[in-house]
């Protein structure tokens, strides 16, 4: 007897195949312990439903798409950066604030003077905003303490999120996202500071994976090997922010470093998507950012497109550069200003995001075994969640088996 079954729908599994979005018309679900136990056309169906599980539930004809995922955020942090986002319309770029010792840094400060409780209550309606559209995992970056104790604090705010809400959360050391004020001028000794830390972090059992900003106002490719390689020593995957602003051979790099992604991506060269698609390194695209720092100059889109590398797409929410919490404006996002396809955009906030995050196993996708988390949609076609703007039509999601309320 199983759990649960889901009746008279569609389902966009995302199965990579002949028929888009991985379609199944006049179809069923069913759920056992959390996962996917049967999947398939209702005349496949051994028997009558209410024979078969517990609990049979009516779809009424809409569409069940696998949770959605957003594989790169910076979800938890103090303050916000409002200011700077007028001073930007004035005229100051992301660069040059971020020189001007504003941008992350103050963001640091801010995170740094929170305690817990407030930085949990804050990434807490945040979340909810995600949750509120079919999200069922988040990845969250720490990166905003910049030295042990309040790095780990982050960490420990963003593990808490995902027992305290229903989604599964990823966490991601980014200690190497930009040099603290008490290192000025001494970015080698922070980096050193950095390597240290990671078998620390890794202790904790608080981060899944390594991340670095690789970038003029970051750090140099040279530094940021050495924080991958201290990565690769404890056993942690590694991610890039990835050529954003300039291209200083990060794609490559991280490619270089088998990392599950590297993200960003707009200044890439061939080669870097070239040395992407032979180790299999997910494309993260983050139009979001794109479009609040008004970058003109676009990610690679067709070469990455023509070398088969994977893209996924996330809101990389953070203060600074993606003040965004709506995975479905990214979605528009990635079509409108990105061409990428409705079922390219879907596919990269599922199956590609869930391999982005190295959870390609168990989410992503709708298969027997997967986990049976759900998001069920008022729509009639899949290409509606990227049409729209600023409307959720998310009837309910449903996480590890378990219907969510909306
Ligand atoms: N690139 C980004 O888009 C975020 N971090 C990074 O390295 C922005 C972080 C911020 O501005 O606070
Ligand atoms: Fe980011």
């Known amino acids: 007897m199983w759990d649960a079954i889901w009746l008279n729908g ?237 291209d200083l051979g990060g794609a490559a790099l991280a490619a270089g470093h088998s990392a599950l992604s590297a993200d960003h991506l707009e200044y890439t060269s061939n080669d870097g998507v070239a040395a992407m698609a032979a180790a299999g390194t997910v494309a993260v695209l983050l139009p979001g950012a794109f479009y609040f720092l008004r970058e003109t100059k676009l990610p690679p889109i067709g070469a990455l497109r023509a070398a088969g590398v994977p893209m996924a797409i996330a809101t990389d929410c953070n203060p600074g550069s993606a003040p965004l919490t709506s995975l479905l404006l990214v979605l528009n996002m990635a079509c409108t200003l990105f061409r990428l396809t409705p079922e390219e955009a879907l596919t990269g906030i599922t199956r590609h995001a869930a391999r982005a995050l190295g959870l390609s196993d168990r989410c992503g996708m709708l298969e027997v075994g997967k986990a049976a988390d759900f998001a069920i949609w008022d729509i009639d076609d899949p290409a509606e969640l990227a049409y729209r703007i600023g409307f959720n039509p998310l009837a309910y999601a449903v996480k590890g088996g378990a219907i969510l309320s909306s």
């Open 10 to 246: 569609r389902l966009a599994t995302m199965v990579e195949g002949s028929v888009p979005y991985g379609a199944i018309d006049d179809a069923v679900i069913a759920t056992e312990d959390g996962r996917i136990a049967w999947l398939g056309r209702r005349g496949d169906l051994a028997g009558e439903p209410h024979t078969l599980a517990r609990d049979v539930h009516d779809l009424a004809g809409r569409w069940l798409t696998p949770g959605l995922i957003d594989c790169h955020t910076h979800l938890v942090y103090g303050g916000d950066r409002a200011r700077e986002f007028a001073q930007r319309l004035e005229g100051a770029s992301y660069a040059e604030i971020a020189r001007a010792g504003g941008g992350i840094v103050s963001t640091v400060a801010a995170t740094r003077a929170a305690d817990e409780e407030t930085l949990f209550a804050a990434a807490r309606r945040r979340l909810s905003a995600l949750l509120a559209e079919g999200v069922t995992t988040v990845e969250v970056k720490s990166g905003y303490g910049l030295n042990l104790e309040g790095e780990l604090k982050q960490l420990r705010v963003a593990r808490r999120l995902g027992t305290e809400m229903p989604v599964t959360v990823r966490t991601t050391f980014l200690g190497a996202h930009a040099l603290p004020p008490e290192f000025a001028d001494r970015a080698d000794a922070y980096i050193d500071a950095v390597v240290a830390m990671i078998p620390e972090v890794k202790a904790s059992g608080l981060a899944d994976a390594v991340d670095a900003f690789c970038e003029g106002i970051g750090f140099t490719p040279e530094q940021t090997a050495r924080v991958f390689a201290a990565a690769t020593e404890q056993g942690l995957p590694v991610k890039l922010h990835a050529d954003q602003l300039s």
